[in-house]
């Protein structure tokens, strides 16, 4: 079908179609950094969600925070429709 999976920031996040219906992934997991930010901004610690997803580590939080840093440095329009 010409799906192709990505890696960005050293293979941390990964955008794979056939995993989390393409959203960015840790390492292929089925952990969305969308879920480590979501925990990040409610206020739990890193330790606190390693404890929860064992199989992560430091580095992939951070990666989660970078990944989230570079979109929020890209530019938007705003269109209205209708």
Do not use: W
Not at 1 to 25: A, S
Not at 37 to 42: I, V, Y
Not at 61 to 81: G, M, N, Q, W
């Amino acid at each position: 079908m010409g799906t192709e999976r990505i890696e960005l920031l050293d293979g941390r996040i990964t955008i794979d179609p056939d995993i989390c219906n393409g959203k960015p992934t840790i390492r292929g997991k089925r952990i969305t950094v969308q879920t480590i930010l979501e925990f990040l901004a409610a206020g739990d610690s890193e330790e606190e969600i390693l404890n929860q997803y064992p199989s992560l580590d430091c580095e992939d939080i951070h990666a989660c925070l970078r990944f989230a840093a570079i979109l929020a440095e890209k530019e938007f329009t705003v269109s209205h429709v209708a």
